[in-house]
Every structure is written in structure tokens, then in C-alpha cells.
């Protein structure tokens, strides 16, 4: 086992270190801005003593080294500093909205998750028939529409149409669990459609290259029922590629999430990314952006590691 | 021992179609095959002949994009291509069974090897689990695995390539069937391994009496196994007849080309008496990046106009030592000499005229040509690239070099390499290296991938080059027919160190080192009773990796070579 | 029950049995099944949801039809050889190119085509759809359809552009890394690891919040310009001279002159705003073209022939222009599409945002937030961009499937 715990240590490690070259990215970038942030915020009228004052007060007459280790040691108990547009604290505003958004996620990656791999095992198992065919165009047509496409055509007749589901998901506290999943219902919809279509390609993929390997042609001529090809056969060697899928796609969700809550106005991270970047508030950017970035590269990680552990060769070392 | 002669296994005008290009088309034209109870029955024929097509058959099998039409395939009185599917797998694995060429792919990644094992008797409710195990267990003894009592409980990685063939026969006898087929079962490997694998199938079919269909391409392999030899060419049946009647007398003009033992024989050559070597290999050591040493303090020389051939199995270093003499691979330690004068280890530091000298023909013309380009500039490039040939002085040099390899410049000048046969492509590299003018070509394997008769037109082509332009040759090679016809000195190799050097008639008489002894004896023969005898002389614990295994300890000889 | 719904349980139960009588299995299989959907899709939706059915039937046999007349056209004009592999194409990929074909028509001829200008102001806000214009009016009055001609235009040539810098430099990249190896491969494999560990829509909003005040302005953005292109030469300069001094010093100054030419050229094109954008785009797409371009030719390098090529003693760029190249090009130019369907998207998703392309230039992302309130009262004015940018990504798509298929040769 040494050889697997160290191969995932390994991958833990790259991880990290992505992590950290990314944070550093996203520090320096503001950097570049001609002038620094008390410039922006402030703006072109402001006298000297203001800017020297407010320059004091940001700590930016700090070198910018000390500046991203400060950043750095706050990003890591979650502490990002202030809003340079609103002054309040940044993870106060973000924090909420964040677990608003990993809902939002959670409740897609419920419905898409079994369902897409249900669907695509299915049309891999009946390739090159007609349903294969027909799911192929209208899988690539739903990867082919933006997100906005599918949520304005759901928000038109379940919501302006037919009356079914609310187009707007504004959120309460002192709301049942019912009426949140009735609330989110569309933009979670919208979610779903996009990454089931994403999710059925790749499964198929991953199946059809399964069902081409010689062991499972061993198997049939072993006389052994279809059934029992896929299930004794190839789903023991597929979870890495199933698990692969999931996480990749998961990871997806965290992108597209951002034109969905727009699109919904829903009160998650990707709105509040979204304002902060057409307000110039640099501190909550990069709080968003670091978060994102981490659950993407976190996502990434564990369908590697997934891989690691599901692959027999490495479980089972020589 | 008599055999029943009741028939098993009746196919009437199989004809097998496959899909490709939006159209069928017939991959087997209508091959008729009968099988008696315990026969053994070898398909033979040269790659595409459709043998392994006509093995699944056999099952009522047709793979992926292929299809079975109006045929009739009869077993044991039963009708298979009118059978439903439930009817034809319920023979598959009980009374057919099938052995295939990797068996590394063919086990399954995720189970132990004896769960695969015990799948089909307890499909087929034949047996328990733990009588599957323990019958399982007997036949991995029969099959001389060792540790019979626990291999099997390992998974396919942790088991080498020919205790896993040896294994898969035995999952194939797991339920006893009529029938086994099996799909080229040692072509993937080393000839001392092979000889294992065979003795194993050929006891193990003979104490069940279990008819089988042998499928290879190798003539002398099957002509061990087999009572009978069926030979195909193109889908199309050429000729069957018994071993012995098929070996002696064959009929039809292609088989008799097959047959036709490899009569080509250079003569020998000597090394000049004070000549300075050509290639002048020092005691190399080398190792790819991060591995453990491939080479281990390799030394041998090459003189100009001779042909040195490097012999040994996969994995002892005659492909890297190659590497090191071309330059792709610098040693670790020691040197290469060039006409006595040190040659840059890296092919990136050497001078035009030192990459000029030495030329590579490669062992598969597939990948050693690129599809893309035209063979006019594939041969023309180095000409053009070395000696700075334009227009028609560059057309002239390679109008010459297509009528030196003996194609017909006009036929030839504007084709890409996917047109041309394996043996034309073979030639279109030799014209390549020939371009730049060279005095040493490596010759990597450059016969194995080729049919037997074309092989022997290439060593031909190859000898008389040799001759008008006094060329030194490396052949690398397994094949020990390569060896006797062209070699004039011959280096073995194992595990990353040579082993025996010396000219090629001294070479071929006793006394031998173990390990040269034991390759020699390792290749089969075209008579049918070379395995027999082996086994006799040798005893069976004397042949394969028992015996290799036991060699490089005892032997005073192992150190005493090298230098 | 009205006569709508007799006649469509009639035609497609009919035409079921006929399948089923002609022995067309999967034809018979998929009105059959039709038929039991639109069982449960009548009960449950009523007239409405049969008429939906009925009219998406009707628009996929208009399209069929469609690509069907267009692939014979294209056999008829093209080449003899050409028009050997499109007798190949499926009616899907066949439906692509005549969508690429339009949309390309619509934005070369754009001026020609609409009625109005891009920016002019016709009628009043949300005007319906009359004689004059097709389509009706946007929210600040102007014609919806000129717009959307317009930003076939802009969009298009937008992600075009970005999707040539993102491939040259990707490509380059990829093609040198997997001839030459060792630190320059690892050094340019573990950069695109972490620009790819951010999801690309937060990168682009992360460049775009630093660069898209006021450092979109033309001096930032021909620096920026002539930046990248210095980079993607550096590559060929590379490759081009090796070790020869000579070669680099009169390719660096060749390069610095070309560079310069092409950011001046891309500033008469694009204004400072756009071409941030185009940039944005170029970096975050040119890692994943690298990544596939070191794939595609790392299978090639592989090769015996290179080998062969380099024991001769041969250049890089020799290798990569005369034995890599012509064995990657299928699956590049699939990549390309590939690409282009990506940055279109993500273009189309910023410019959504307010993020991408400006006002008043006619952008098909912007219209649909522009006009996004009129969802709300049922009007479908909003998804007619939407469903531009969604058709031409489908398109592109189709025309990629087929090219996939075709170049992998997999019967799958």
C-alpha cells in the first residue's frame, strides 16, 4: 500500500502548490493596475493627503511581498479583508452566498449525477442504434447552448407560461426546505441540463473504450451473460473513468453557476463576482476568485485520487 | 492414444463480412473446416488471412463490425449461425472455450486470476466454488505453474506474461470443453518462454483429449502442435492436409513457398587481419533517464564491409545498445569509437558528415516512413540534405537508388508510402539509409515483421549491397535463421550484457555457454517431432525460465565473456 | 378532440405500422416510441404540448431537407476529391455547414444586408414587429434585426480572432514541446497546469476587472499586443535557429518588426476594449490547445520517421513543418472548431455579464441581456440571440463531430 498512499501524497502536494502559484496570480494581478487601489477607490479628484492617509490605512506602504503573505495568512482563516466599495468585511458578504451557491450545486449534482451516468451507460450499451444517435445531436446541442439560452427558455414557459416554478430565486431564511428546493428549481434545471449533456458524453466514452478492451470480449466468450459482462466486468474497471467524469463535471458546475445565478438572480458567490467585477472592488474579486479556484483545483484532486485508488493495478501492487 | 473420429466441428462456406468505409465487405470467402473429436487442427497463413476471424467463428462469435452470412457452422450436431444467442452461449467457456494472444489484456485488471477462473463452472453450475478451486489448482500443477496452490489467487498484473498464457489454458480447461481455440498463444513471447507455454497446451489437450484449433502464424510452432494443418491465404483456404503429409509434400505453390526453408546463405567473411574497427563499442554502461542500468559494460567491434549480428530476447539491451552507437542514448560510462576516433555521445553534437556515416533501417516500415510524404522526397531528402543535390541532379541520384533496391523508379518516384506492401516499404528504407551515402546501417529487426519469403528477398537485397558498396552491418535480431544466413560475427546478449562473442561458424558448434545453448535449442523446428525430442533430451525442467534462471549464478563462463 | 389531434395520432401511428411493415427497425423503433411520449405528453400538456411536438417535427424535416439540398450543392460545386468526403457527411454536419455558410455570409455582407445601421435609433422602445422591421425594436429603438446581422459580424470576428492567437500560440507551443523535451516541455506543461486550474470564466473576469478600466486604451493594448506576438515568435525563432547566433539575432529582428506590424494592424481592426478581450481569450484558451497539440504530436514524435529525421541531423522546424504537421492536421483543424465553440461561448457569456463586448456595438451576449426584462412578459425578443449564438455553436459542433470521426477512424 506505501506505493498508493505515496502516489496520493504526491498528487496532495501538487495540488498545494497549484494552489499557492494560483493565490499568487490572483495577488499580483491587481498589481499591475496603473496606480494602486486607493487610487481606484478614491478616484482621479483625490488630493495627495487623502490617498497618503488612506494608502496608511490599507497598509499599502508595505512592500507588496509583505502584502500577500498578510493576504495570504488572512485567506486561510477566511479572512479577506475589507470591501473597498462598501467597506464591510468581505467574508461576511461572501460566506453566505457561498454555501447559497454550494446548494445550488449540491441540488444540480443530485439530479445530474445519476442520471447522466444512467443515460450514458445505457446509450453506450445501444451504440450506433437510432437512440444513440438521436442522443448524440441533442446532447451536443444542450453543450452547444450558453447557459442564459436554456434558463431564459425555462424561465419562459414554467415560469412566465405555465406558472410553475417562480423565475426569480430570491431566498429567505425562514423558508421550508420545500419552498427552497420549489425557489431553486429552475436555475438548478438549467444546471442539470447543461451538465447531464457533458456528463452522458463523457460516460459514454468512457464505457464504449471500456467495452472495447480484449477482457471483456474474454468475458462473452466465456459464455457469460450481458448482464454480468457490465456488471463483473466492466464496472469494476470503470469507476475511474465514472469517477473521473463526475468530478470534472462537478467542477464544471462551479463555472457555469456564475451565468445561472445572473440569469436567475440568485444570491450566491457568482452574482457578488460578477458585481464586484463591474465595481472595481478588487478585494472581493480576488476572495471570489480564490474560492473558486479552490474548489476547482479541489475537484480536480479528488478525481485524480479517485482514479489512484479505484485503478486494481495500484491497489494490488506486484 | 486413439482418438474418437466422430466429427465435432463442421463449417461449410463460412463467409464473414466486415464493415468499413460505409460498405461490407468479404473478409472470408468461403472456407470449409472439419474437426473430428480430439483433433488438433492448425490454422496457418501470413497476417490478414483471416485465422483469427475463422477462430471466433468457431464460437458462432462475430466481433464488432463484422458479420456472419450464409454459412453453416455445425457443431456437435447443433446449427449455430440458426441458434439463438442464449442457445450459442451456453456453449461458450462450457464446451468451447477460447485461449487468446495477450493474455495479459485478456485478464480482467479487477479480479484474482482464479475468480476468473471459476466464472464459467459456476455459471454453469458444474461445480462449487471450492471444487472449482481446487480443480483449478490441479490444473495450474499440470500446466507446471509454480506455486500452483496460491498463484492463482494473485492478480493477472503480478504474474508474468507466460505463466498468465499458461493460466489462461487453464481457465480455458476449467469446464472441460470439447474445444479449445487458440489465437496465436506464444506470439507475443521470448522464444524460451514459448517452448514452456507449448509443452503445457500440447500435454494438457493431449490427457483431456481436447480438440483444439491452433492458430499462429509460425509454421514450425504448429507444426508441433497440430494433426492436421489447414493453410489460408487472403480468406480463401489454400490447402489441408495431415502435419507430416503437409511438412513432406505439400501441393499447392504457396504453401510450398512458405515451406521452403531459408536456403539464402552469405558467405562468411573474416575481419581483416590489422584493420581498425569501424564501430568500436567500449565498455558501455547505460541506463533512460530515472531507470535502473540497461547496459552493463557492453564491448564489441565492428569492421568495415562485415555484418555483425546482435542476438537475445526482449529486454537485453540489443535495441539500446543501438541507441548508444546512434547516439540517441549517451552511456553513462565508456565510449564509441568511429574508425578509432572517439564519436560524439550525443547525436546533437556530431558533425554531418559522422550522422552521414551512420544509418538506421527500422524494424516496422509503417511508422519508420512518414504516410505524408512522397517516397520521391523520403529518399531524395537525405541525398539532398547531405551532398546538396538540386533538380536533376537529385532526380538522377534517386532514379538510381529506386533501381538499386530493385523498384522501378517511374512506378515508384510519386507514390506515398500507405500504397506500397510491407516488403516495398522494407525497400523504400533501405533506399533511405543507402542516400546518405553511409559505411555503417544499423539494422533493427528489420526482417521480423516481414512474411517469410519477402523477409528472405530483403536479406538478399541487403548481402548484395553489402558487396558492391562494402557496408557494415548491426543486425539486430531474435531470429536465429536471420543469424545463420547473414551474420559473419555474432554477439548474444542477455540482460543487459553480452554474453558470447565470436564469428558465426565457431558460434554454431558446441561447446556453447549455457544461455547461447539454451536459445539455440529454444527454436522450434519444422519437424514434427522437435518438441518430443527436445523435451526428451532436455527433460522438462531443463527448457524456459526454469533454465535461464538457473544459469547466470553458476556458470564460470558468465564472467569470463564480456571482454 | 380536434381535428389537430386526430391527425396527428393518425400520421403517426400510421406511419409507425408502416415502418414496422417495410421491416425498418429503427425507423419503426422511433415513432413507436413518439407516439407512446406523446401519449403521456398529450395528457399531460394538452393540445399545446402535441402542437409543440408537431411544430419541432416539422422544423427538424425543414432542416433536413435543408442540409440534404446543401450537401448535394457542395458535392455538385466542390472539387472531385472534396466531394468524395462529403458524400460522407451526416445530414447533422451537412446542417452545420450551411449554418457556418450563413451566419459567415450575414457577417461579411452585414452592411449590405441590414436594413438599418447598427447604432440607429428607428422607433420607440420595444416596438413589435411591422413591415419595416422584422423582428421589432430593442430597448433603446433600434432594429433587432440589423443588430442581429451586426453582431454575426462583431461576435464572430471577436472569437475568431481570439481563437487564432489562443491556437498559434497553444499550437506552437505544443508542437516544439513535444519535439524537443526535457525542461522546455515541463517548464510549458506545468504553466498550462495552473493557468487551467482556474475555470476559465472566473480567469477572464479576474483579467478583465485589472484591464478593463482604464488600462483598455491604445497604447496598453499595442504594448500588450506586440507582448504576445513576441512571445508566439519566440517560439518560431526557436525553432527556426537553434544554436546558430546569427539565425536569432536576425530572427529577433525580424520578429520585433512583425510584431509591431500585427499589433498596429489588430489596433485599425479592434478598438482597445476588444482586444483586451481577444487577449483575455487568447490566454486562457492557448494552454488547452497546447495540451492537445503536445497529445496529437507526441504520437507523431514517437515515430520511427522522426527519429529517422532527427539521426539525419535535420532542424526543428524542419521536423515540425515537414513530418509533424501533415500527420496532425486532421485532428488540429477539429480542434480548432472545438476552440472557436469555446470562446464563442465564453465571449458570448461575458458580453452577457456586461462584461465583453461594449455598447453600442452589436453584440448577439449583450442583446440578450439588453432585452432580458421582456421574458417576463412573454415575449420571446430575448432568445433570438440567444438562440443565434446556441445554432452557430451547434453548427460548429456538428461539422467537429463528423471531422473527429473521420480523423480517429473509430467505429464506435
Not at chain 2, 285 to 294: I, L
Amino acid at each position: 500500500m506505501g506505493d498508493i498512499l505515496g502516489l496520493v501524497a504526491k498528487r496532495l502536494g501538487l495540488g498545494l502548490i497549484i494552489l499557492l502559484v494560483i493565490s499568487v496570480i490572483i495577488f499580483f494581478m491587481v498589481e499591475l493596475l496603473p496606480g494602486d487601489i486607493a487610487q481606484a477607490v478614491l478616484g482621479q479628484g483625490a488630493t495627495p493627503e487623502n490617498l497618503a492617509a488612506l494608502r496608511k490605512e490599507m497598509g499599502l506602504d508595505q512592500p507588496a511581498i509583505i502584502r500577500y503573505l498578510n493576504w495570504l495568512r488572512g485567506a486561510v482563516v477566511f479572512d479577506f479583508g475589507n470591501s473597498i466599495v462598501t467597506g464591510a468585511s468581505v467574508a461576511d458578504t461572501i460566506s453566505e452566498r457561498f454555501a447559497n451557491t454550494l446548494f445550488l450545486a449540491a441540488y444540480a449534482a443530485v439530479i445530474a449525477v445519476p442520471v447522466s451516468i444512467v443515460l450514458g451507460v445505457l446509450v453506450a450499451l445501444a451504440r450506433n442504434s437510432i437512440f444513440d444517435r438521436v442522443a448524440n445531436v441533442a446532447t451536443l446541442t444542450s453543450i452547444s447552448s450558453p447557459e442564459f439560452f436554456l434558463g431564459y427558455i425555462l424561465i419562459l414557459y414554467f415560469s412566465v407560461k405555465w406558472g410553475m416554478f417562480p423565475a426569480i430565486a430570491s431566498l429567505s431564511s425562514d423558508m421550508s426546505f420545500g419552498e427552497l428546493l420549489n425557489r431553486t428549481f429552475l436555475p438548478a434545471l438549467t444546471l442539470v441540463l447543461v451538465v447531464t449533456a457533458h456528463m452522458m458524453r463523457m460516460t459514454r466514452a468512457a464505457i464504449i473504450n471500456l467495452l472495447a478492451s480484449p477482457y471483456i470480449e474474454m468475458a462473452r466468450l466465456k459464455g457469460t451473460p450481458p448482464w454480468k459482462v457490465i456488471v463483473k466486468h466492466a464496472l469494476p474497471n470503470a469507476w475511474a473513468p465514472i469517477i473521473n467524469v463526475v468530478a470534472l463535471n462537478l467542477a464544471y458546475l462551479i463555472t457555469g453557476v456564475v451565468l445561472v445565478e445572473v440569469v436567475f438572480v440568485y444570491p450566491g458567490i457568482g452574482q457578488a463576482l460578477v458585481d464586484a467585477v463591474s465595481k472595481r472592488d478588487f478585494p472581493v474579486v480576488q476572495a471570489c476568485c480564490l474560492i473558486f479556484a479552490a474548489t476547482f483545483i479541489l475537484l480536480n484532486l479528488a478525481a485524480d485520487v479517485g482514479s489512484i485508488l479505484t485503478n486494481p493495478r495500484l491497489r494490488h501492487p506486484k | 492414444m486413439t482418438k474418437k473420429k466422430d466429427v465435432l466441428l463442421k463449417i461449410r462456406n463460412l463467409k464473414i463480412q466486415g464493415y468499413s468505409n460505409e460498405s461490407w465487405i468479404d473478409i472470408i470467402k468461403g472456407v470449409d473446416l472439419t474437426l473430428h473429436r480430439g483433433e488438433v487442427m492448425g490454422l496457418i497463413g501470413e497476417s490478414g488471412a483471416g485465422k483469427s476471424t475463422i477462430g471466433a467463428a468457431c464460437m458462432g462469435y462475430a466481433r464488432d463490425g463484422t458479420r456472419i452470412v450464409d454459412s453453416v457452422i455445425e457443431f456437435d450436431g447443433m446449427e449455430l449461425t440458426t441458434a439463438t444467442e442464449a442457445e450459442r452461449r451456453a456453449l461458450r467457456g462450457s464446451r468451447i472455450a477460447y485461449v487468446a494472444q495477450s493474455a495479459a489484456a485478456s485478464f480482467n485488471p479487477a479480479h484474482k486470476i482464479i475468480d476468473q477462473h471459476t466464472e464459467a463452472p459456476l455459471q454453469y453450475r458444474l461445480k462449487k466454488r471450492l471444487e472449482a478451486q481446487e480443480d483449478a489448482m490441479m490444473l495450474y500443477e499440470r500446466l507446471r505453474l509454480p506455486n500452483p496452490k496460491e498463484i492463482g489467487f494473485r492478480y493477472p498484473h503480478q504474474v508474468s506474461g507466460g505463466q498468465l498464457q499458461r493460466a489462461m489454458t487453464a481457465m480455458a480447461m476449467s469446464c472441460r470443453p470439447d474445444l479449445i481455440i487458440f489465437d496465436e498463444p506464444t506470439t507475443a513471447l521470448d522464444v524460451t518462454t514459448q517452448i514452456e507455454v507449448l509443452a503445457a497446451i500440447r500435454d494438457i489437450v493431449d490427457q483431456f483429449n481436447t480438440a483444439a484449433i491452433y492458430i499462429t502464424h509460425d509454421l514450425a510452432v504448429v507444426a508441433q502442435m497440430a494433426d492436421t494443418i489447414k493453410v489460408l491465404l487472403k480468406g480463401e483456404e489454400v490447402e489441408e492436409a495431415t502435419t507430416r503429409e503437409m511438412l513432406e509434400h505439400p501441393k499447392e505453390d504457396y504453401t510450398k513457398s512458405l515451406w521452403a526453408v531459408r536456403s539464402f546463405e552469405s558467405p562468411q567473411r573474416h575481419r581483416p587481419k590489422d584493420g581498425v574497427p569501424l564501430i568500436s563499442v567500449r565498455n558501455v554502461d547505460a541506463a533512460y533517464t530515472g531507470g535502473a542500468k540497461v547496459l552493463d559494460d557492453v564491448s564489441f567491434d565492428i569492421y568495415e564491409g562485415m555484418t555483425v549480428a546482435v542476438v537475445g530476447e526482449s529486454g537485453s539491451g540489443k535495441s539500446t545498445t543501438a541507441r548508444v552507437i546512434t547516439g540517441l542514448l549517451p552511456p553513462s560510462k565508456g565510449e564509441v569509437l568511429f574508425k578509432g576516433k572517439p564519436f560524439p555521445a550525443d547525436y546533437r553534437d556530431r558533425t554531418k558528415d559522422q550522422l552521414r556515416q551512420c544509418q538506421m533501417i527500422y524494424q516496422m516500415a509503417d511508422t519508420a516512413l512518414n504516410p505524408k510524404v512522397r517516397i520521391s522526397e523520403i529518399i531524395g531528402r537525405p541525398a539532398a540534405f547531405y551532398s546538396g543535390l538540386k533538380g536533376v541532379a537529385l532526380k538522377n541520384r534517386v532514379d538510381e537508388l529506386l533501381d538499386l533496391i530493385e523498384l522501378e523508379p517511374a512506378l515508384y518516384y510519386n507514390r506515398y508510402p500507405p500504397e506500397l506492401s510491407g516488403g516495398q516499404k522494407q525497400r523504400i528504407g533501405i533506399a533511405r539509409a543507402l542516400a546518405a551515402n553511409p559505411t555503417f546501417i544499423v539494422c533493427d529487426e528489420v526482417t521480423s515483421a516481414l512474411d517469410q519469403l519477402v523477409a528472405e528477398g530483403i536479406l538478399r537485397l541487403l548481402d548484395r549491397l553489402q558487396n558492391e558498396m562494402n557496408l557494415a552491418y548491426m543486425f539486430i535480431t531474435h531470429d536465429l535463421a536471420t543469424v545463420r544466413s547473414i551474420a559473419d560475427e555474432v554477439v548474444v546478449m542477455q540482460h543487459g550484457k553480452v554474453i558470447e562473442q565470436g564469428p558465426k561458424d565457431e558460434m554454431f558448434q558446441p561447446p556453447h555457454h549455457p544461455y547461447t545453448d539454451l536459445l539455440l535449442s529454444s527454436v522450434p523446428e519444422m519437424d514434427p517431432d522437435w518438441l518430443t525430442t527436445l523435451l526428451e533430451e532436455r527433460g522438462i525442467d531443463n527448457v524456459g525460465d526454469a533454465a535461464s534462471a538457473r544459469i547466470a549464478t553458476d556458470d564460470p563462463r558468465v564472467s569470463g565473456t564480456g571482454a | 378532440m380536434s381535428v389537430f389531434v386526430i391527425l396527428y395520432y393518425t400520421l403517426l401511428l400510421g406511419a409507425s405500422c408502416l415502418a414496422a411493415y417495410y421491416k425498418k427497425r429503427s425507423a419503426f423503433l422511433l415513432l413507436f416510441s413518439l407516439t407512446l411520449v406523446s401519449f403521456i405528453l398529450g395528457i399531460i400538456g394538452g393540445v399545446a404540448a402535441l402542437r409543440i411536438v408537431a411544430i419541432s417535427a416539422g422544423l427538424l424535416g425543414l432542416s433536413a431537407m435543408v442540409s440534404y439540398a446543401f450537401r448535394e450543392f457542395l458535392i455538385m460545386i466542390a472539387p472531385r476529391n472534396m466531394a468524395k468526403e462529403l458524400r460522407t457527411a451526416p445530414l447533422t454536419a451537412a446542417f452545420g455547414m450551411f449554418v457556418i455558410f450563413t451566419v459567415a455570409i450575414a457577417g461579411i455582407f452585414a452592411p449590405f444586408i441590414a436594413p438599418f445601421g447598427e447604432a440607429e435609433v428607428i422607433s420607440s422602445a420595444f416596438a413589435p414587429a411591422d413591415e419595416n422591421m422584422l423582428l421589432g425594436a430593442d430597448q433603446l429603438g433600434r432594429d433587432m434585426f440589423s443588430r442581429l446581422v451586426f453582431g454575426a459580424r462583431n461576435t464572430v470576428a471577436l472569437a475568431l480572432a481570439g481563437t487564432v492567437l489562443a491556437f498559434t500560440l497553444g499550437a506552437l507551443a505544443g508542437l516544439l514541446a513535444a519535439t524537443s523535451g526535457g525542461w522546455f516541455d515541463q517548464v510549458i506543461a506545468r504553466t498550462s497546469d495552473v493557468i487551467m486550474s482556474i475555470p476559465s470564466l472566473i480567469f477572464a473576469l479576474l483579467m478583465l476587472s485589472i484591464f478593463g478600466g482604464e488600462l483598455a486604451n491604445d497604447t496598453t493594448s499595442f504594448w500588450l499586443l506586440t507582448g504576445f506576438a513576441m512571445v508566439t515568435g519566440l517560439l518560431v525563432v526557436s525553432a527556426v535557429s537553434e544554436r546558430s547566433v546569427m539565425g536569432w539575432v536576425i530572427g529577433l529582428a525580424v520578429l520585433a518588426g512583425v510584431s509591431a506590424v500585427f499589433a498596429g494592424a489588430m489596433l485599425i481592426l479592434f478598438n482597445p476594449s476588444e482586444i483586451i478581450l481577444i487577449l483575455v481569450v487568447a490566454v486562457i484558451y492557448s494552454p488547452r490547445v497546447f495540451r492537445l497539440t503536445r497529445a496529437v504530436a507526441g504520437n507523431v514524435v514517437v515515430m520511427d520517421y522522426i527519429e529517422a529525421a532527427k539521426l539525419r541531423g535535420e532542424r526543428t522546424w524542419y521536423l515540425i513543418r515537414r513530418e509533424i504537421l501533415p500527420n496532425s492536421t486532421a485532428p488540429l483543424v477539429a480542434e480548432f472548431g472545438l476552440e472557436f465553440c469555446f470562446v464563442f461561448l465564453l465571449i458570448a457569456g461575458l458580453s452577457f455579464l456586461g462584461l465583453g463586448i461594449q455598447p453600442p456595438t452589436a453584440d448577439w451576449g449583450s442583446m440578450v441581456r439588453e432585452n432580458a426584462t421582456l421574458i417576463s412578459f412573454g415575449d420571446i425578443t430575448p432568445l433570438i440571440p440567444a438562440a443565434a449564438i446556441a445554432l452557430l455553436t451547434v453548427a460548429v459542433n456538428f461539422v467537429v463531430d463528423w471531422m473527429l470521426y473521420r480523423s480517429s477512424g473509430l467505429k464506435v
